[in-house]
């Protein structure tokens, strides 16, 4: 049974900055594509940022977390990261993490291919 499970989410102030954390089990990550969507209130699911199987340069961004976030993974712990900077009030959120066996990181982003989901954690941006 594959299960997702992020932490790290909570409120903070704008300016700050979180690290979210999606253990996986059930699968690998080695082979996977990975990646991060948020679903603020009242809007569709977006996302954010996803990151290739098999090379670690290849990565896609939305451009409302360009330079601000960072997306990765750690194979041993079986672990997707997002590194959230310079927070915005529009960053509120909840935050999925999302696997997928053949997506491509446009694929899953841009037309959300995905087979795993997690079960989300709510980030809060508020002065």
């Known amino acids: 049974q594959v299960q997702l499970v992020e932490s790290g989410g909570g409120l903070v102030q704008p300016g700050e900055s979180l690290r979210l954390s999606c253990r996986v089990s059930?699968?690998?990550?080695?082979?996977?594509?990975v990646g991060w969507f948020r679903q603020a209130a009242g809007k569709e699911r977006e996302g954010i940022s996803c990151?290739?199987?098999?090379?670690?340069?290849?990565?896609y961004y939305a451009d409302s977390v360009k330079g601000r976030f960072t997306i990765s993974k750690d194979v041993a712990s079986n672990t997707i990261f997002l590194q959230m900077n310079n927070l915005k009030p529009e960053d509120t959120a909840i935050y999925y993490c999302?696997?997928?066996?053949?997506?491509?990181?446009?694929?899953?982003?841009?037309?959300?291919?995905?087979?795993?989901w997690g079960q989300g954690t709510q980030v809060a941006v508020s002065s």
């Open positions: 999302a696997t997928d066996g053949v997506a491509t990181v446009q694929s899953m982003c841009l037309f959300q291919t995905v087979r795993f």
């Open positions: 059930g699968h690998s990550l080695e082979y996977y594509t």
């Open positions: 990151l290739d199987s098999g090379h670690e340069d290849s990565t």
